[in-house]
């Protein structure tokens, strides 16, 4: 026997989901950017969600041209007339690509500007009765490597953070990698084997 679906509080509207803008200064990458979040705002969305890699590529740039992207690219985000929340991506990650001449050791190494830039690597926030959740799921798993995975302290947030919200309420996941694609590895437990 089919269950009927569960009520909810929730109220329709509009948000805006975009991904991998991967900007930089070259090919007019912020005209074509601007005339995108231009049309975006023409939708009117209540807000919009950045699903990662903003810039290309800090993963691989030296610190100067890391600090250059990322204030180009909010910059350029102040055209977007609505709240934005931000999801970080691989190549948000400064030093995890074996071309960058950042190390592990560097203060800046790893993800210390995005959130500087950015805020948090991962939060969730409610809207009109639906729960929204923001993942990382970026690993730097060994030297100047990255892996899909969420760690075990983000787990514990996720559980507890989960434990709040009414059975009820619609629940968005955002991460950067997909979780169907990459679900063996987006856990650090290593007994998922």
Same mark, same amino acid.
């Given at each position: 026997m089919?269950?009927?679906?569960? =009520?909810?509080?929730? !109220?329709d509207f509009d948000?805006?989901?975009?991904?991998?803008?991967?900007? !930089?200064?070259e090919l007019r990458a912020v005209v074509g950017s601007v005339k995108c979040f231009n049309q975006?705002?023409?939708a009117k969305p209540e807000f919009c969600i950045a699903?990662?890699?903003?810039?290309?590529?800090?993963? !691989?740039?030296?610190?100067?041209?890391?600090?250059?992207?990322? =204030?180009? @690219?909010?910059?350029? !985000?102040?055209?977007?007339e609505s709240k934005? @929340?931000?999801?970080?991506?691989?190549?948000d990650v400064i030093g995890i690509n074996q071309r960058s001449p950042v190390e592990p050791g560097d203060v800046e @190494?790893?993800?210390?500007? @995005?959130?500087?830039y950015f805020g948090p690597l991962y939060y969730s926030f409610d809207h009109k009765g639906w729960h929204f959740i923001v993942l990382d799921s970026i690993g730097i798993e060994y030297y100047k490597i990255f892996k899909g995975q969420?760690?075990?302290p983000q787990l514990a947030w996720l559980k507890a953070d989960l434990e709040m919200v009414a059975p009820t309420t619609p629940v968005v996941v955002v991460t950067h990698v997909p979780i169907s694609s990459a679900l063996g590895s987006l856990s650090d437990d290593k007994d998922d084997d």
């Amino acid at each position: 026997m089919a269950l009927p679906p569960a =009520k909810s509080s929730a !109220e329709d509207f509009d948000f805006i989901f975009f991904t991998d803008v991967h900007l !930089e200064p070259e090919l007019r990458a912020v005209v074509g950017s601007v005339k995108c979040f231009n049309q975006m705002n023409a939708a009117k969305p209540e807000f919009c969600i950045a699903g990662g890699d903003q810039v290309f590529d800090v993963c !691989e740039q030296d610190l100067t041209r890391a600090h250059m992207l990322f =204030k180009l @690219y909010l910059k350029t !985000e102040r055209e977007i007339e609505s709240k934005v @929340y931000h999801t970080i991506g691989n190549h948000d990650v400064i030093g995890i690509n074996q071309r960058s001449p950042v190390e592990p050791g560097d203060v800046e @190494y790893g993800k210390k500007l @995005y959130q500087e830039y950015f805020g948090p690597l991962y939060y969730s926030f409610d809207h009109k009765g639906w729960h929204f959740i923001v993942l990382d799921s970026i690993g730097i798993e060994y030297y100047k490597i990255f892996k899909g995975q969420f760690d075990v302290p983000q787990l514990a947030w996720l559980k507890a953070d989960l434990e709040m919200v009414a059975p009820t309420t619609p629940v968005v996941v955002v991460t950067h990698v997909p979780i169907s694609s990459a679900l063996g590895s987006l856990s650090d437990d290593k007994d998922d084997d």
